[in-house]
């Protein structure tokens, strides 16, 4: 009954620069649903890739037993003939295609090329009955909800004779019900004999149906809980995620903190295709002159989605609320308004809304405030290079240029012209995504520095970051928010990362 | 030695395409026979090619901005016979015609950009409509007749040139001039350039190489302008083209607005999200677009001494193609108006010089195909063996001269105004 399925040994994987993951063990039983839980950034999508073949066999190191055998990888396909499938949190379905045509995609029920289109639909009934769901096969994706699609991509999983489905946050854009459909589902496909493991945040939920639950932390693998032993709780949970010691990783900072210099009140924001669907709800949350304020959530929470539909509106749709700059109330409908008004957005996307990539460091460094470079119809180039260089030696922007590409710098340099772009437009407030994902130890360090040196000039800070002991080490007071509802407000002194990841996880929409 | 290679084989993405452009001069000049080089051929070239680089410059800087624009022979035709009909029939001065005829390509192009940036759709899908609609619309205009008759003042932008000035010497004095002043602004602007790129301690090009760099440009110049003046002097389109090469390297080096059609090109999320008003650029690039078609469309008119409903053919595959040999990139962000010449050139040269060999019309559009293919496969090759070099946008601004003493005190200033502690205490 309990003979392992699936065994991953001493997995290690290493990009450039990066250690993903060290020496990773994974025991999946035969017909369990097994839980996989960390913070993000763990490495748990990583080792669902290695599995998967994503990340093919020899840019790894361990080994993988699958059903017995050792399994040597390529691609997705080879991993998915051996029946192991993996439902991505994004799904990979084409909205203009239909449910059929989706479930066969690339695995066609074909002769000679040509597809019969008569069996793919009978199948295509059969597989939607055994996952609940009742909708004519030709039904196009794109005229189904978020819950129905991804039946849909579990019935895909089926038509593929899946014996271990893997699931990275199935329920995270999913209300209740579909939720509980989901779980019923998974429960359903257990009997059947199907093993599952299943990445995910909602602490409640996992609790509710694995059967395993192992902890991934840092890279490393920290424990695996049996749930039929018992005492295995969200609060036993929480402890493995975050059981690490706070290091003497910031700079000293002692905080001086004068007025409120920022609020947002009563902000709600829609989703920008569904305007039906709230994505942040009545947000209230202030920041003073001088202080440096934490936004802790899950991925999904809604924390780049505040932040930039504060931004002039970067997202969003029916924004309604108020934002008050300095006691006054502020209209900010473009991005180019709320530069004006001194607020300045540091995206957690740096490469995709940070940087054109092709520019050297000095266009990028001006390239948000040229206005103030302009002389006449020409830019100032000259004081554009004194302008640059200055910033280059204060950020100390390792690169040998001011003319050196963007592109090849190191992420925390890049990260530092980035900064550099936005301290030039003289902002009030800045409000900082992710400030220090992708870029290493050191370069950390000096963006702290950076960051409390900006809060002391008296600018007020808010920074979104998924990583608890930045927060708790950076900031002077922390916001929680989880499903779009900041649950709670943290003064430093009261915060820790069990307390702070209660209320992450906390179910904010009941 | 080895310096002296790296320094050169760095330069090869920079220089490539001028490289290849005297190749292929050199090829037909042999092949030729040294027909190519003869000063009333150099002089046709110039004439015959000057509607498609008037092109190359408004659409190099549409590839740039990540758009395209298939309109602009149509729109040519369009605004040439508009033109020729209000001089012969409405019987409009010349300069009306010429003022009004712009005024109907730039609205053109105002109608492309309210599509394209903000409304949202796509710029192939807007050019594609107004290519077969503007088609039409000259085909309406001229009634499907050629319309001639034009006044000489206005024939004289397509066929003219500039007047002779001082004694006789066997040579056109004015073009002379104008080439002496040319050489010298360029030797001026390229050495202060150096001398400011020197004082950041920006690479720049080793001394001896630079003084081979402006020898030969002079010596280009020079020998062009003594072709021309040997023939009959600078043709007037020659004056306005290099008008208006100069006029928009500088815009998109030197303004605001280039530097926003460079980031928009190269990172349409990342500049919006730095406050660039997208919508806006994208308008004007499409509407400046027009406006250079409508200049297109006039001076086609004129060198052809009439409208004609069948004017302007594939004169936007001729552009666009000089755009992407002159090295611009399909994916937007990178490209030069200065490239987008030089790919005009290495297009004009190949036509003229398989017309002198008598090689016919079918295999010389063949041909033609085959080159803009491997040159961008060159440049795409290029491109991959010297990845992230820096782009364009990179090339495209240098700074002006300051001393170098007073920019280590601008830098130190500048930082002690930068250093965050020392601004203003926070406010209580």
């Keep these: 009954m309990t003979s392992p399925i699936l065994e991953m040994r001493g997995i290690t994987k290493e990009f450039p620069g990066v250690k993903a993951l060290a020496d990773v063990n994974l025991v999946v039983n035969r017909g369990d649903i097994h839980a996989i839980c960390g913070e993000n950034g763990a490495g748990k999508s990583t080792l669902m890739k290695v599995l998967s073949g994503v990340y093919p066999h020899g840019t790894y190191s361990g080994d993988i037993v699958f059903e017995g055998e050792t399994a040597k990888f390529g691609n997705i396909r080879q991993s998915e003939a051996a029946g192991i499938v993996i439902i991505h949190q994004e799904l990979a379905l084409i909205p203009e295609l239909s449910i059929a045509e989706n479930i066969f995609l690339g695995n066609e029920t074909a002769k000679r090329g040509i597809i019969d289109w008569g069996r793919a639909n009978r199948e295509a009934i059969d597989l939607l009955a055994r996952v609940g769901l009742r909708e004519n096969p030709l039904t196009p994706v794109k005229n189904l909800g978020i819950g129905k699609q991804q039946l849909v991509e579990i019935a895909k999983a089926l038509s593929k004779k899946v014996k271990l489905l893997i699931l990275d946050e199935p329920t995270a854009a999913l209300n209740d019900d579909d939720s509980q459909h989901l779980l019923a589902l998974l429960e359903g496909l257990k009997e059947k004999g199907i093993t599952s493991i299943m990445i995910s945040h909602k602490l409640n939920e996992i609790e509710q149906i694995a059967d395993e639950i192992t902890i991934i932390r840092d890279g490393q693998s920290i424990e695996t809980l049996s749930v039929a032993d018992g005492g295995v709780d969200e609060d036993r949970i929480i402890r493995g995620m975050v059981g690490r010691d706070l290091e003497n990783r910031f700079p000293d900072h002692t905080p001086s903190i004068g007025e409120v210099l920022f609020e947002v009140r009563d902000w709600t924001v829609m989703h920008p295709q569904d305007s039906h669907r709230e994505v942040i709800r009545q947000a209230n949350l202030s920041v003073r002159a001088g202080e440096i304020v934490g936004i802790a959530g899950m991925m999904g929470a809604g924390r780049t989605e505040l932040a930039r539909s504060i931004f002039g509106r970067s997202y969003g749709s029916r924004t309604t609320g108020s934002l008050l700059l300095d006691g006054e109330e502020l209209t900010l409908n473009t991005v180019t308004a709320a530069i004006d008004a001194g607020i300045a957005y540091v995206s957690e996307d740096r490469k995709g809304l940070g940087l054109n990539l092709i520019d050297d460091i000095k266009t990028s460094v001006t390239a948000a405030a040229l206005k103030k470079l302009r002389s006449g119809l020409v830019v100032d180039e000259h004081k554009e290079v004194v302008v640059a260089e200055g910033y280059r030696k204060n950020l100390n922007i390792k690169a040998p240029s001011i003319t050196a590409g963007v592109g090849k710098l190191s992420g925390g340099n890049q990260q530092k012209v980035v900064l550099s772009k936005w301290m030039y437009t003289d902002p009030k407030l800045l409000i900082l995504d992710e400030p220090t994902r992708g870029i290493d130890v050191g370069a950390k360090y000096e963006i702290y520095g950076i960051i409390q040196e900006l809060a002391s000039s008296g600018r007020g800070v808010l920074v979104i970051s998924s990583e608890l002991p930045e927060l708790l080490g950076l900031c002077d007071r922390i916001y929680t928010l989880a499903e779009g509802v900041i649950t709670h407000e943290f003064d430093r002194s009261e915060a820790t990362q069990e307390s702070l990841m209660r209320y992450m996880t906390a179910d904010a929409r009941k | ?428």
């Design chain 2, 1 to 428: 030695m080895n310096a002296l290679l790296n320094t050169l084989r760095g330069n090869v993405r920079q220089y490539g395409m001028i490289i290849a452009l005297a190749a292929i001069v050199i090829l037909f000049q042999i092949t030729t026979d040294g027909v190519l080089l003869k000063p009333l051929n150099v002089s046709n070239l110039v004439v015959q090619n000057a509607q498609i680089l008037i092109l190359a410059i408004g659409m190099v800087i549409v590839i740039v901005a990540r758009h395209i624009d298939l309109s602009v022979g149509s729109v040519a035709a369009f605004v040439g016979a508009a033109s020729a009909i209000m001089m012969t029939q409405y019987d409009f001065p010349w300069w009306l015609a010429v003022f009004l005829g712009l005024l109907i390509g730039t609205a053109i192009g105002a109608w492309h950009g309210f599509w394209v940036a903000y409304v949202g759709i796509p710029a192939f899908i807007v050019t594609l409509a107004s290519m077969l609609l503007f088609r039409g619309l000259t085909l309406v205009v001229l009634k499907g007749a050629t319309v001639g008759g034009l006044p000489e003042e206005f024939k004289a932008i397509g066929n003219g040139f500039l007047p002779e000035i001082g004694p006789d010497t066997g040579f056109h004095n004015l073009t002379m001039i104008i080439a002496v002043a040319a050489v010298a602004v360029l030797i001026v602007l390229e050495v202060r350039r150096r001398s400011a790129q020197a004082a950041y301690n920006f690479d720049v090009l080793p001394f001896p190489l630079f003084v081979v760099k402006l020898a030969l440009l002079t010596i280009v110049i020079m020998y062009f302008a003594y072709l021309l003046a040997d023939a009959r002097g600078l043709p007037i389109v020659g004056l306005i083209l290099g008008g208006l090469i100069v006029v928009y390297t500088f815009i998109m080096n030197k303004t605001v607005f280039g530097r926003h059609v460079y980031a928009i090109g190269g990172n349409v999320d990342a500049a919006t999200m730095s406050g660039v008003n997208t919508k806006r650029v994208d308008f004007l690039v499409m509407m400046n677009m027009g406006l250079l078609s409508g200049l297109a469309g006039l001076v086609t008119t004129a060198r052809l001494t009439a409208a004609n409903p069948k004017a302007g053919v594939n004169f936007e595959l001729d552009a666009i193609a000089a755009a992407f040999i002159g090295g611009a990139a399909v994916t937007g962000g990178v490209g030069t108006v200065i490239g987008a010449i030089i790919g005009g050139l290495v297009m004009g040269v190949l036509n003229n010089g398989m017309s002198l060999l008598g090689v016919s019309i079918d295999w010389q559009q063949a041909i033609k195909g085959l080159v803009l293919l491997l040159a961008v496969a060159f440049d795409v090759w290029n491109k991959r063996r010297t990845a992230g070099s820096g782009g364009a946008g990179a090339e495209a601004a240098e700074p002006s001269a300051p001393p170098p003493d007073k920019l280590a005190e601008e830098i130190e200033a500048m930082e002690a105004e930068l250093s965050v502690d020392s601004n203003d205490p926070p406010k209580t």
